[in-house]
């Protein structure tokens, strides 16, 4: 089976939705993984690869002067992301409020301008949260305030996925003593239930596709649950976060967290890539590549190697490794109809 048809045949199954419903009562946790997962070597190389770009993060021009700045930076940095080949791009405005008008004003800025080139592109943006007002009050904002922006984006055309987080997870480094911190920086990412059926609800009303963030082995049941359900949004993709052993989150970037992680979605029909925080890249440690010998993607970009080469450089890296194993990056139309994003603005004509 060729490339194409691969994607026309995953598109026809209905993606996640088609398939959740009829998993197994043992699914997800039957058994160990097994890292000859796939007994045919052409079954891998005929799976496209998602090559994500996370663009800033919380990386500055001071951090390092490569992240774009301005909005004009961001978008010029989105558009140069996509014309070196990524699948999906996501940014972060860094500038959090609890007015989510506001919250989403910078981002329909960045994005509005790349649709005319571009017009079918993935893009999201992140959830809207200042880490220093977490530190304080050692709490979030209500989820309305975290995810209210994405519904509006959503709604009103900028973007055709959203962030979707289903868990709480802790920031921090650990100090000296071992101890996760420091005190001034520390705080808690979380949503709570009903912040999780807002994001549900938001991809429902709109079309719009999910990228599901994995910090934690939890975060993953959640994921199955939802599959087993059948309410995981059309158009998800997962991203499963390992980081440093510096980093007070996330597994190791070893082979084993890898299968553990994949021995949970045995038998459920998602589309998945690694993401790693560190000061090195995802492809300097064992992820980017035994994400795509098991069928699976990786993410690269400022957000998670902050002191890293350019975007676009670590774009075409990360093609050069996807081609060295024999598989092909997938963007534009091919993609959507991939990932079956139903988001009516960017649905490719049939």
């Known amino acids: 089976m060729n490339r194409r048809d691969f994607i026309k045949a995953a598109a026809g ?3 996640v939705l088609a398939t959740a419903s009829t998993v197994s009562a043992e699914g997800g946790f039957g058994h160990l ?4 997962w796939f007994s045919d070597k052409d079954d891998v190389e005929n799976i496209p690869v998602i090559l994500e770009c996370a663009i800033n993060g919380s990386t500055t021009k001071k951090k390092n002067p490569l992240a774009p700045g301005t909005i004009a930076e961001h ?4 558009l140069n992301s ?3 080949g990524a699948t999906i791009i996501h940014t972060h405005s860094n ?7 506001k919250a989403a004003k910078p981002y329909r800025e960045i994005y509005q301008p790349i649709w005319k080139k571009h017009p079918h592109a993935i893009v999201y943006a992140t959830a809207n949260f200042d880490a220093s007002v977490y530190n304080k009050t050692r709490k979030p904002w209500p989820g309305k305030v975290q995810c209210g ?9 900028t973007v055709n996925m959203v962030l979707f987080d289903t868990g709480v997870v802790p920031i921090g480094v650990y100090d000296k003593e071992g101890v996760p911190g420091p005190d001034a920086g520390f705080w808690w990412y979380g949503f709570w239930p009903d912040d999780i059926r807002y994001i549900m609800k938001t991809c429902k009303d709109t079309g719009a596709g999910a990228s599901i963030s994995v910090f934690e082995p939890g975060w993953m049941k959640n994921v199955v649950a939802m ?5 995981i949004p059309r158009g998800s993709k997962l991203n499963i976060y390992f980081a440093s052993e510096k980093l007070a989150v996330c597994a190791p970037p070893t082979r084993e967290a890898l299968d553990f992680y994949l021995s949970m979605i045995d038998g459920l029909d998602l589309k998945w890539a690694v993401g790693y925080m560190g000061p090195e890249s995802v492809m300097d440690t064992p992820l980017a590549r035994l994400s795509l010998e098991h069928g699976g993607s990786f993410r690269v970009g400022l957000e998670d190697w902050p002191n890293g080469t350019s975007n676009v450089d670590q774009i075409k890296r990360a093609k050069e490794i996807i081609a060295s194993v024999g598989r092909e990056v997938i963007t534009g139309a091919d993609a959507i109809k991939y990932l079956d994003i139903p988001y009516a603005k960017t649905l490719p004509k049939s």
Request: aromatic residues 2%; glycine residues 8%; negative net charge.
């Open 149 to 157: 922006h994405q519904r509006l984006l959503a709604e009103d055309g």
């Open 75 to 78: 978008t010029e940095e989105v």
């Open 227 to 231: 599959a087993k359900a059948g309410t």
């Open 95 to 101: 500038l959090p409020t609890e007015d989510v008008q």
């Open 82 to 84: 996509l014309d070196a």
């Open 33 to 36: 993984f097994d890292k000859n």
């Open 13 to 15: 199954t209905g993606a």
